[in-house]
């Protein structure tokens, strides 16, 4: 059955972000310091200590909050602040212990015929970039000769592999890595694909999956932006020569996908 939220965060333990790896953490400390995630660190001393030390760097920013909390706040207090940032980062939470739960998003549903149509997969090695619990990758894996899914967070992997044992589809190898770190050599494959996770920093994510699609091979993402939104993501594409088409994502509206032949 298709479900339209990811999970009720409510239910879930606030030391679920002792799960959380060195990128994600990396990712909130670039946030403003607020007074939401200085209470919950402040009953969760924990946490306070794992995300120092799993990425040091975000220890102004800890402190930052740290600084701003209350000087005293009752339990109820505490249980609506861990809420609110386990909301904030409901996704890492479902990667982090229910990956299942992210295959029955109803967004998930898209006809695989949208993005088989951009390309021939047949016999073909593929790269799936941010692959998650991999819809891009087991929609082409039938098809195609050999799929790396690339995906930094490790449960994901996890899931990955034993989604390929279940579907009996053995051509599909999970990796460690990211969109501007992907652990392959040069000219490596015949497609590179990637989902949700473009957008961040376009020249070095283009860059970064030009380098290694082989000369004649090609680039695509499925969804790429938003039809109305990230307009600078998409603005970047075509300058660099993308051509591109929508398509609709079950609750969730119109969708960018791109695709680009590389010559070199």
Not at 63 to 88: K, N
Not at 163 to 174: M, S, T, Y
Not at 214 to 241: S, W
Request: aromatic share 10%; net charge negative.
């Amino acid at each position: 059955m298709l479900l339209k939220e990811w999970m009720d965060v409510s239910e879930v333990s606030f030391n679920v972000m002792l799960l959380l790896e060195p990128f994600q953490i990396e990712y909130i400390a670039t946030q403003e310091p607020d007074r939401v995630m200085g209470t919950a660190l402040k009953a969760n001393s924990a946490v306070d200590w794992y995300l120092r030390q799993c990425y040091p760097p975000i220890g102004g920013y800890l402190d930052g909050c740290l600084a701003l909390a209350p000087a005293d706040t009752s339990p109820e207090e505490v249980r609506q602040a861990e809420i609110q940032i386990l909301e904030q980062y409901r996704d890492w939470v479902v990667y982090a212990i229910k990956p299942e739960r992210y295959d029955q998003l109803e967004f998930l549903d898209w006809d695989d015929g949208s993005l088989l149509s951009l390309a021939d997969f047949k016999q073909k090695v593929v790269i799936d970039i941010g692959s998650g619990t991999g819809r891009l990758a087991f929609a082409v894996a039938p098809i195609a000769n050999t799929i790396y899914a690339v995906e930094p967070v490790a449960n994901l992997r996890r899931y990955i592999w034993e989604k390929r044992e279940k579907l009996g589809l053995d051509n599909v190898f999970p990796l460690d890595g990211t969109i501007t770190q992907i652990p392959l050599p040069d000219d490596f494959a015949d497609i590179v694909m990637s989902g949700h996770v473009y957008g961040d920093d376009p020249p070095a994510e283009v860059a970064e999956m030009t380098r290694v699609v082989r000369d004649g091979g090609i680039i695509l993402m499925h969804p790429g932006t938003n039809a109305n939104k990230d307009q600078e993501a998409h603005r970047y594409l075509v300058e660099q020569g993308f051509d591109f088409a929508t398509f609709e994502e079950p609750d969730d509206g119109i969708k960018h996908k791109y695709w680009k032949t590389i010559h070199k």
